[in-house]
């Protein structure tokens, strides 16, 4: 009994719904009708009147429409035109909803003047009739309209269609275009940039948003050039400073993003970190992953004492085919990877003694720059299990942002370094996000290593960690 009154308000709202459709069908075939005659008698009168008025017929038609479709969803609703006033039968009527809503409601004083009924209890709904009952919700302000939702004044959406599409990096010429083609509204290039530079303030709360209690087990480093317009008007590249993380759960997230200076500094990087250990709160990184710049290392450590940081394998072998020529490069590249995708230290140091014999002679400054470097890059990835070892060898996960983010603005530079990450922010949260929604690769297997490894299970045990499996 307790799902009777539900069961007869979805019976109400289908209802409801047939009735808008079976009201919007007749209105349009009228209004069609009206509409071809006007169009026919304005061609036969004056034929230029109906392409020089193009625009002024597209949004009458557009405004007639739509007016209709609200007038009809409203007519629905309360089952009866607007402008209809119903008036209770009688007075044990108005008494007994009065009764009901005290019922309801007893601590709310009696209601007096022009003042709405207060709605009744499911209870009382379902042994109302169906006139009774919108006229309730109707006075009680849960009318949803569908048409035009609530705190909306537009069904167009324009801006944040042209968010959408400079996201997808249309350029603001490409973007007016569009907007007029779709729309028949007319906008300047100058106002979508304006649209799109307005966007900073959400960018400001994003880099503001605090990461106090939670855990990123594993974080990338990396930094790239973009186009920028300078205070004198040219374009001039600089280098952005990206931070992607991989959550407790899984999932990609973008943490961070800086346009610092002119070139990539240590001093850059210290800035980024400071401002994520200071004023966003995030306290803890486990795994860092980076490219080879000098002394980053240090600046890890220094803000963070307990992070691993691991360099890009990948990045090594891209350093190493310097010292070998083009035609040695494939048999390099697969005698190199070899080493670091050993499954154990032993064998890795197994084959760089191989690799060492049998390139000693044809590449022996590509060999002494790998032996060099063999402690301290390439052999901490053994002291990791397998899983977690796959996923920290390499920064290809934030190179691929990099590159997604450099779409954007592959077509020249922007006003200012402001405007730009508007634009890169806009790609992260329409673009990057979707990809991101599932995890990654093997997540339950590199949870699982990353509970086994001594370094993290005090991290992994607290409230603001991962859940002990």
């Not at 036969?44 to 557009?62: C, F, Q, R, W």
């Not at 004198?232 to 993003?257: C, M, N, Q, W």
């Not at 990045?315 to 499954?343: G, I, M």
Request: glycine share 4%.
């Amino acid at each position: 009994m307790k799902n009777k009154p539900k069961q007869q308000a979805a019976a109400s709202s289908d209802s409801n719904n047939q009735t808008l459709i079976d009201e919007v069908t007749r209105q349009a075939e009228q209004f069609g009708q009206i509409l071809a005659k006007s169009i026919l008698n304005r061609t036969a009168s004056a034929p230029e009147t109906v392409e020089n008025d193009k625009s002024a017929l597209a949004g009458t038609l557009i405004s007639t429409i739509f007016s209709t479709l609200l007038k009809a969803e409203m007519d629905a609703n309360l089952g009866h035109s607007k402008d209809q006033h119903t008036k209770p039968e009688s007075d044990a009527e108005v008494d007994a909803h009065d009764q009901d809503s005290q019922d309801e409601y007893p601590d709310k004083q009696e209601a007096g003047g022009n003042s709405s009924p207060s709605p009744t209890s499911s209870e009382s709904l379902a042994d109302d009739s169906e006139e009774k009952r919108q006229k309730r919700n109707y006075c009680s302000g849960t009318f949803n309209p569908i048409v035009l939702p609530k705190g909306k004044n537009s069904i167009f959406d324009i801006e944040d269609k042209i968010l959408s599409m400079a996201a997808l990096g249309n350029s603001t010429r490409e973007i007016a275009n569009i907007v007029q083609t779709f729309t028949d509204v007319e906008v300047s290039h100058k106002y979508v940039h304006n649209v799109v530079e307005n966007y900073k303030a959400r960018v400001s709360e994003w880099k503001n948003t605090s990461l106090e209690g939670r855990l990123f087990p594993f974080i990338f480093l990396d930094c790239t050039y973009i186009p920028v317009r300078t205070a004198s008007g040219r374009s001039a590249k600089r280098p952005l400073y990206v931070v992607l993380g991989i959550d407790s759960t899984g999932h990609k997230e973008l943490i961070d993003f800086e346009i610092i200076r002119k070139t990539e500094t240590l001093t850059g990087w210290q800035t980024i970190l400071m401002n994520l250990h200071d004023k966003r709160k995030l306290k803890h990184m486990m795994f860092v992953c980076s490219d080879g710049v000098v002394g980053l290392n240090k600046v890890i450590k220094g803000i963070y004492p307990d992070a691993i940081h691991q360099r890009c394998i990948v990045h090594l072998v891209r350093n190493s085919v310097e010292f070998v020529t083009s035609k040695q490069r494939a048999a390099w590249c697969k005698d190199f990877k070899a080493v670091y995708s050993a499954p154990d230290l032993a064998a890795a140091e197994e084959a760089l003694s191989t690799l060492s014999e049998k390139w000693k002679d044809k590449a022996p400054l590509a060999v002494n720059f790998v032996k060099t470097r063999f402690e301290a890059c390439i052999q901490p990835l053994f002291s990791y299990p397998p899983a977690i070892r796959q996923v920290v060898y390499t920064t290809n996960a934030i190179e691929s942002v990099n590159s997604s983010l450099k779409e954007v603005i592959n077509k020249g530079c922007f006003k200012d370094a402001g405007c730009v990450m508007s634009v890169l922010h806009l790609r992260y949260e329409k673009v990057l996000k979707k990809r991101w929604s599932r995890t990654v690769n093997n997540w339950p297997l590199i949870l699982s290593d990353l509970l086994k490894y001594e370094n993290t299970k005090v991290l992994m045990s607290k409230p603001s960690g991962l859940v002990t499996l």
